[in-house]
């Protein structure tokens, strides 16, 4: 089954406390992307990565790092979490970015920070 | 910088037809797509529309696309319950990023 896979799900963590939410694509694909989402303002994009070691940054980048090792997995790394770092973050893949080809999307990762 | 708005909320009776509105501002937008986000759950692909049509029909979903306006609408027919969720508006740029509204949570009353 084609699917993204984002551990953990939930996550309450402390500030300062640093964290990795891990994003896995079964399908070869070569796009992926982390997102957060946050009431109102809809999903705001992190980090993208069109392939393998090829990484850049999106609309809201600060206060986060990605890797791209492996073209199977992206994740996504807090060094220093803050409370404003609080919310919904979706991990996505595709075989082309913004083309006709679906972006498949993550369940999502809900992290709290105190 | 490019920006796609959308209303927050609409609410429609049951059996009704819903329209979501959407503006954007990239006039270079090659797709416009259509996400719908169910509660608790990722986001899944309605539907799509390349930038070159003006409608697009798929069962109980209408895509209209006015390009001179730049505004995009999608219409479910016969609104079920089981259409509550946010929907999504977003528009791919000629770098391919998409850009995403914040999303319009439709909401079903008996």
């Known amino acids: 089954e084609a699917q993204v896979t984002q551990n953990p799900r939930y996550l309450i963590t402390v500030t300062g406390k640093k964290l990795t939410v891990t994003c896995s694509q079964n399908?070869?694909?070569?796009?992926m992307s982390w997102y957060r989402q946050d009431p109102g303002l809809g999903l705001r994009q992190i980090y993208y990565?069109?392939?393998?070691?090829?990484?850049d940054k999106g609309d809201v980048p600060e206060g986060y790092k990605v890797s791209r090792k492996e073209k199977r997995n992206f994740p996504l790394i807090l060094e220093s979490p803050s409370p404003n770092q609080t919310s919904l973050y979706f991990c996505?893949?595709?075989?082309?970015?913004?083309?006709?080809?679906?972006?498949?999307f993550g369940p999502g990762t809900r992290l709290t920070v105190l | 910088g490019e920006d796609v708005e959308q209303s927050l909320f609409l609410s429609v009776r049951e059996g009704d037809s819903s329209v979501i509105n959407c503006t954007y501002t990239d006039s270079s937008s090659t797709y416009l797509y259509w996400y719908k986000q169910e509660p608790g759950a990722g986001l899944q692909l309605l539907t799509y529309i390349f930038s070159n049509m003006d409608m697009k029909q798929d069962q109980r979903l209408t895509v209209l696309l006015n390009k001179k306006d730049k505004h995009l609408s999608l219409r479910i027919a016969d609104t079920q319950t089981g259409d509550s969720a946010i929907y999504f508006c977003a528009e791919s740029q000629s770098n391919y990023q998409l850009i995403w509204g914040a999303g319009t949570k439709l909401i079903i009353k008996p």
């Open positions: 399908m070869n694909h070569e796009y």
């Open positions: 996505a893949s595709s075989s082309v970015a913004g083309g006709t080809d679906t972006q498949y």
């Open positions: 990565s069109m392939n393998v070691e090829v990484t």
